[in-house]
C-alpha cells in the first residue's frame, strides 16, 4: 500500500477527537476504519464528521460511531474507469480498494481523478465575489509595498490561490472589489496570461468586510459566494453550494473546526471551593472561515455607501428571520492577515498542493 493511505487507517475505538487530528494530518479528508485484524469496518468522510457536530455528538465517543459501515468497496486489483463511474453515480469522493481478505490495499481519490484532468467538475453559473481592498496592516511591512492580495506564496499570489481553489469545484466567474492599491492589482491581472473571468470594482472608502457588496446590487442578481481575499482552505465548495440551495438558506457561513489545546492544568471552580482539576484540556470551536454563499436579497439591508462588516450584515439578516445556516468542515485553514498563519499555509501548500 502506498505510504499516504497508511497514514488514513484508524481503528474502531479510537475516539473522534483523535480522528479528527487524524484526518487533518493525512490530508485526504478520509479515514478507513480497520477491525484488530486490520480488515475494514468502515469509513469516515466530511460528510460523516458533519452530520456528527449537528447532532453534537460527543468528541469522546468512538469513531465507529460516526463511522459508514457500508462503504462502497472495490476489489484488487481495481478498474480505473469503473472508480470514476462509481464517484459520479454515488456522489463519493473515496473508494477504498480491499483484497480477498477484506484488508486495505489501496484508496481510489475523487481528488487524484481531478489532477490528472480524468474528472472534474461541471462549471457553475455563479459569481464569486473577493474582498480585496483592505490594506492588510497585520503584514506590515510587506503591505507597505505590496497589496495583500498580491503577496506570493510559493509561485502563486495570494489571491491567485484562492480563485484556483474556486477554479476546482467549477467556479470562474470573480469580481473583486479593491481600495488599497487598486491599480498595482488591476496592472497584475491584465498582464497576467491566467484565464480568469474577473471584473473589479473600487471603493471610494473603505467599506469593511461586506460594505462592498452594495456597489454590486446589478450585478448579484442571483446566489454568489463571498471571500475574504486572504483565505486558503482546503474545504468543497461544491458541497457548499449544494448544501445552501438544498436547505433554503438566504446564507450560508462556511465553518471551520478549529482545536485549542490549553497547556496548563484548568481549575474549575464554585466561589473559591475547587470543582474539578483537568490537565491540559482541549476544546474544539467551529470557526467563521470568511466565506459564504448568499442570495441576492441580502444586499438589500446595506446601507449604500456606508461602511459594514459581515457580522453585522448577518445580524441585519436575523433580524428579518431569514434563515442562516452554518456549513461546518473539518479541514485545513489559514487565515494569512498574520504572519504565523501565513507560513502555515506556505508550508501546506507546499506539501500538499504543489507536491502533487
Known amino acids: 500500500m ?16 483523535e480522528a479528527l487530528k487524524q484526518i487533518n494530518e493525512a490530508a485526504l479528508q478520509v479515514l478507513i476504519v480497520v477491525d484488530d485484524e486490520d480488515k475494514i469496518a468502515g469509513i469516515v468522510t466530511d460528510g460523516d464528521i458533519r452530520r456528527g457536530l449537528i447532532n453534537n455528538i460527543s468528541f469522546d465517543e468512538p ?43 489501496d484508496i481510489k481519490l475523487w481528488s487524484d481523478f481531478l489532477n490528472t484532468g480524468k474528472a472534474r467538475y461541471p462549471d457553475k453559473n455563479i459569481l464569486v465575489v473577493i474582498m480585496a481592498g483592505g490594506k492588510g496592516t497585520r503584514l506590515d511591512p510587506f503591505t507597505k509595498i505590496l497589496p495583500k492580495p498580491l503577496i506570493p506564496i510559493g509561485d502563486k499570489t495570494i489571491i491567485e490561490r484562492v480563485m484556483d481553489n474556486f477554479k476546482k469545484y467549477g467556479f470562474n466567474r470573480f469580481i473583486v472589489t479593491l481600495k488599497y492599491k487598486a491599480e498595482m492589482i488591476k496592472t497584475y491581472f491584465a498582464e497576467s496570461s491566467k484565464d480568469y473571468q474577473i471584473e473589479f470594482i473600487e471603493e471610494k472608502e473603505f467599506l469593511g468586510t461586506a460594505g462592498g457588496l452594495s456597489l454590486l446590487k446589478e450585478k448579484l442578481t442571483d446566489t454568489f459566494i463571498l471571500s475574504n481575499c486572504d483565505i486558503v482552505v482546503d474545504a468543497n465548495f461544491d458541497s457548499l453550494l449544494r448544501y445552501h440551495k438544498r436547505n433554503k438558506n438566504k446564507a450560508t457561513i462556511l465553518g471551520v473546526l478549529q482545536y485549542v489545546k490549553v497547556p496548563y492544568g484548568v481549575l474549575g471552580t464554585q466561589g473559591a471551593d475547587l470543582e474539578e482539576f483537568v490537565e491540559k484540556p482541549e476544546y474544539h470551536f467551529i470557526v467563521n472561515s470568511g466565506i459564504y454563499v448568499m442570495e441576492p436579497e441580502v444586499i438589500d439591508l446595506i446601507p449604500a455607501g456606508e461602511r459594514i462588516d459581515m457580522p453585522e450584515l448577518l445580524k441585519l439578516v436575523q433580524g428579518k428571520n431569514a434563515k442562516i445556516q452554518v456549513f461546518p468542515q473539518n479541514c485545513s485553514w489559514f487565515d494569512i492577515g498574520q504572519w504565523e498563519e501565513y507560513n502555515n499555509a506556505v508550508e501546506y501548500i507546499r506539501r500538499y498542493w504543489d507536491s502533487k
Open 2 to 17: 502506498d505510504e499516504r493511505y497508511r497514514k488514513v487507517l484508524i481503528k474502531l475505538d479510537v475516539p473522534i477527537r
Open 63 to 105: 469513531v465507529r460511531k460516526i463511522m459508514n459501515k457500508k462503504p462502497i468497496t472495490l476489489k484488487y486489483p481495481a478498474n480505473e474507469a469503473e472508480a470514476l463511474e462509481l464517484m459520479k453515480k454515488y456522489s463519493i469522493r473515496h473508494i477504498p480498494v480491499i483484497n480477498e481478505k477484506n484488508e486495505i490495499v
